[in-house]
């Protein structure tokens, strides 16, 4: 089969800082790259391919992808958010990117130089924003690349199962020092600066007060900051397009789209959500590509202290033009070919460093034709209260396991599915145990001999048994306090070996739920303390095999800092009170209260 690709035919002439109108009145920059010869733009209609970012329409990497689509054959349009950079207006991050890219897209596809075919491309913020504008269902909208976006941020990013991912409130200081007023202003731009040199310090202060922060000299920022923290509810907050393109998927434009995210990235269940559902509500195309990679990156090959090999990686722009030369140009290219899904399935490297001293995790592509895998066996692992963990459910009943979660003592947090919380935390997969490169450790011992850390784990596994999917957890549990948090994670147990003699513990995904939240968040309900309660909640997805001798762990908890914010177990306003107060927790494990995670099992 030929692929007929675009190749660079064309020079490349770009018009910055081209003023396009929203319905309110306000203006937002865009820098566009035309197709030129001669010095000057092609003769012609093109395709449009729209980017809207908050993080610099004309940064150098812009620059060069403006370029690199214009040379070949589209007119590539780069645009600052409103409120950001060059654009006009106030910047109040995510919720209200909809009717901006809506009334865009909208402009792009009917000028002059446009075909009329607009497609949009983007990763994390970049992403969100596509799958906001879609909701609207622009006509001339007619493909779309949205990488590590948002399904919902109250579900499973800026809030997780009810508890807050604190990664948004860095995100609010190290955004602040690129603010329009720090741009325009010496004075500012050091105040900011230097807030976000403090991070740290303000992460052992939370939660954040108003007008006691450096954010205070930025109002829009600051609230936006004290919104997220303290809007515990799934209410009409959480529900505007821009937080929350679950909630209109029916409404979303039936369009070509390519959902991208890896492992080990903060969207990880976002992406997955959104093919599942699209796929399902549309009859255009819906592709899914996960990969082994932290967020944003596709063209690296390790995450945290794993290295998956070479051929982990991809080359994003190429991809991007196959994509888009299949669907705004007609052509047959690779995209013809694909499977609607394809993953990476982490775990059959060797196990030794690599030369860089990475752990050599490996991997390979996979292609398949749906997610989940059609031919997924969802299968519950039980937990015993001697730490086992087992597919046998008949097992003899045991007593519970208890511990006690102290609100000023949280479990440190390593590695996980994070972005944009650099310097605070590090993504990706780590030996589950201390160090001086993780905030708040105060030791190099492994997190789960702590006391408030129970473990449960597999005897040593006889064969590989791989894991690809969605995890859920199933915890029959009881507090002494009105409200509480629990915490799992999935840990791939490696064994002794002359490279590590401790062996490792290489965490795969986790999640929390805030108990308050257990039969609805628009609901909240404080507990009885000591009454047993059932609590359901979804990890972000992962593929990975457990190779013969390892052992599958499950870490349980009640706090993972500062990923997630403290629950003080008062029962008070989230994000807003200042006690705290030590809980004693329960696990239970008996025939009539069956605690398990349930592991997406790939037998083939």
Not at 203 to 222: A, G, V
Not at 331 to 344: A, L, M, N, Q, Y
Not at 560 to 589: C, E, K, M, S, W
Request: glycine letters at 10%; charged letters at 20%.
């Amino acid at each position: 089969m030929i692929y007929e690709g675009s190749h660079q035919q064309y020079g490349v002439h770009c018009e910055s800082n081209v003023m396009v109108p929203m319905r309110d009145g306000v203006s937002l920059a865009t820098d566009i790259y035309f197709p030129a010869a001669n010095g000057k733009p092609a003769e012609g209609q093109f395709p449009i391919i729209l980017e809207r970012t908050p993080y610099d329409k004309a940064s150098a990497k812009n620059v060069q992808n403006g370029q690199y689509f214009a040379r070949r054959g589209y007119v590539c349009a780069y645009q600052d958010v409103r409120g950001r950079f060059m654009s006009e207006g106030e910047w109040y991050a995510f919720a209200k990117e909809a009717p901006d890219g809506f009334d865009t897209v909208g402009w792009l596809g009917t000028q002059d130089w446009s075909n009329g075919s607009v497609g949009t491309m983007g990763g994390s913020y970049c992403g969100s924003d596509q799958s906001a504008l879609a909701t609207l269902s622009p006509p001339h909208l007619k493909t779309m690349i949205v990488a590590v976006g948002a399904s919902s941020y109250y579900h499973c990013s800026m809030r997780q199962n009810g508890a807050l991912e604190q990664r948004f409130l860095i995100y609010a200081f190290r955004m602040a020092t690129t603010s329009k007023e720090a741009i325009a202003d010496a004075g500012i731009k050091a105040a900011m600066t230097k807030g976000y040199g403090e991070v740290d310090e303000w992460m052992s202060r939370l939660p954040l007060k108003k007008d006691t922060s450096p954010l205070r000299i930025l109002p829009s920022y600051e609230q936006w900051a004290l919104d997220i923290q303290n809007h515990g509810d799934f209410d009409d907050y959480w529900k505007q397009r821009g937080y929350a393109i679950s909630q209109y998927y029916e409404e979303h434009a039936d369009v070509p789209s390519l959902y991208l995210g890896g492992w080990y990235d903060s969207y990880a269940r976002a992406t997955c959500e959104n093919f599942m559902e699209l796929k399902k509500l549309k009859k255009s195309d819906q592709f899914l590509l996960m990969g082994p990679w932290i967020h944003g990156g596709w063209e690296v090959t390790n995450s945290g202290d794993l290295d998956f090999g070479i051929h982990s990686h991809i080359n994003y722009n190429d991809l991007r033009l196959a994509w888009f030369d299949r669907y705004l140009k007609g052509k047959h290219t690779e995209v013809s070919d694909w499977s609607p899904v394809r993953i990476f399935v982490m775990g059959t490297g060797s196990g030794k460093p690599n030369y860089q001293g990475l752990l050599d995790h490996g991997g390979y592509w996979r292609d398949e034709q749906d997610y989940p895998l059609p031919d997924t066996n969802f299968t519950p692992y039980y937990l015993r209260a001697d730490g086992e963990l087992l597919t046998d459910a008949s097992g003899e009943d045991s007593p519970p396991s208890i511990f006690t979660y102290d609100p000023a003592d949280p479990v440190p947090t390593v590695g996980g599915g994070i972005s944009a919380a650099e310097p605070i935390m590090s993504p990706g997969g780590f030996d589950q145990r201390g160090g001086p490169r993780f905030f708040g450790c105060k030791d190099q011992l492994p997190l789960n001999s702590r006391s408030d850390v129970v473990t449960f784990q597999t005897e040593p596994l006889g064969s590989d048994t791989e894991i690809t999917g969605p995890i859920i957890m199933k915890l029959y549990a009881a507090s002494s306090a009105a409200d509480t948090d629990f915490t799992a994670k999935l840990v791939d147990v490696f064994p002794p070996s002359v490279d590590y003699p401790e062996g490792h513990a290489i965490n795969l995904t986790d999640s929390i739920i805030r108990a308050r939240y257990r039969n609805g968040y628009d609901q909240p309900e404080l507990l009885e303390p000591g009454v047993v309660y059932e609590f359901n909640f979804e990890l972000y997805p992962t593929s990975n095999i457990f190779r013969s001798g390892h052992r599958i762990r499950l870490d349980i908890s009640s706090s993972n800092f500062p990923r997630f914010d403290v629950n003080p177990n008062t029962g008070g306003p989230l994000g807003q009170d200042r006690r705290t107060l030590i809980a004693q927790q329960v696990i239970y494990h008996d025939a009539d209260h069956p605690s398990q995670i349930v592991l997406p099992v790939i037998e083939r």
